[in-house]
């Protein structure tokens, strides 16, 4: 425990109180993001989506929900919201609201726009993209209801790089909860490529998948591909395929596909 210039040991009390308190803010980050999928799925977002299916990430730093931490959200919206304007985007806005700071596509197609990202005060991020339509595949054939696995993974893993990058630039130290889900997907079939075919079949057997939380030890020594990899295993395994194709299966190492 640190007091002033000095550390002391924590006393058995302490400690067990420390890991108690450390243990229910775990909870209310899980209860957070929980109602934050739901706000997702009910399409109360802070921006109007575009209908299809949705990939979503949150990252909740634990030190946010303690109150020892805030973001600086004008500095934000001034110059740093850049770093949240997506790479296929062509450029951006952002709008405060009660939560915080959304960045969007600066402009919005008819039906709704196609991804943000959205700053909370207390340091908790969530990013939201369309992830899926329904095409012609081949052109001028049947239509198929397909989520994109290429741009999937390349998203999931910018936006973790990118959320924990961000929280360790603005002082955020410490545990985190990180969560990856995508909705409205059922009757959807991941489309791989067609040198995959045998996995077309698949499709997502239920609306939602939204898969089980992982608890960041430290925000100072995440290893990204070592978070998401599994995540993306187990999404392409929801789809019927062994694993994601876009990390080395040797060395773990993010390794998209070309196009």
């Not at 109602?35 to 990939?55: E, F, N, V």
């Not at 790479?87 to 405060?96: I, K, T, Y």
């Not at 939560?99 to 991804?115: F, I, K, N, T």
């Not at 889900?181 to 939602?208: C, M, T, W």
């Amino acid at each position: 425990m640190r007091n002033g210039t000095s550390t002391t040991d924590l006393t058995f009390d302490q400690l067990r109180a420390a890991f108690d308190r450390t243990a229910t803010l775990a909870e209310r980050a899980r209860r957070f993001i929980a109602g934050r999928l739901q706000l997702i799925i009910d399409r109360k977002t802070p921006k109007p989506l575009m209908a299809g299916p949705l990939w979503v990430v949150h990252l909740v730093p634990i030190a946010g929900l303690a109150g020892r931490q805030t973001v600086d959200l004008n500095s934000l919206y001034t110059k740093d919201f850049i770093q949240f304007l997506g790479n296929d985007w062509g450029g951006g806005d952002r709008a405060f609201n009660l939560d915080g700071l959304v960045v969007h596509p600066g402009v919005r197609q008819d039906d709704g726009y196609y991804a943000y990202n959205h700053i909370f005060r207390t340091g908790a991020i969530e990013g939201v993209s369309i992830g899926g339509a329904k095409r012609q595949v081949p052109s001028g054939g049947p239509e198929r209801a397909l989520v994109w696995s290429l741009n999937m993974s390349k998203f999931f893993h910018n936006s973790v790089g990118t959320f924990m990058q961000s929280t360790k630039n603005w002082g955020f130290a410490g545990p985190a909860v990180l969560s990856i889900a995508v909705l409205q997907v059922e009757g959807y079939e991941l489309a791989i490529g067609d040198i995959f075919r045998q996995f077309n079949k698949a499709v997502s057997d239920r609306p939602h998948l939204v898969l089980p939380e992982v608890w960041i030890e430290n925000l100072d020594t995440a290893d990204i591909d070592g978070a998401v990899r599994p995540l993306m295993d187990m999404l392409w395994q929801a789809f019927g395929a062994e694993r994601c194709l876009d990390f080395d299966a040797t060395t773990g190492v993010f390794n998209p596909r070309r196009p």
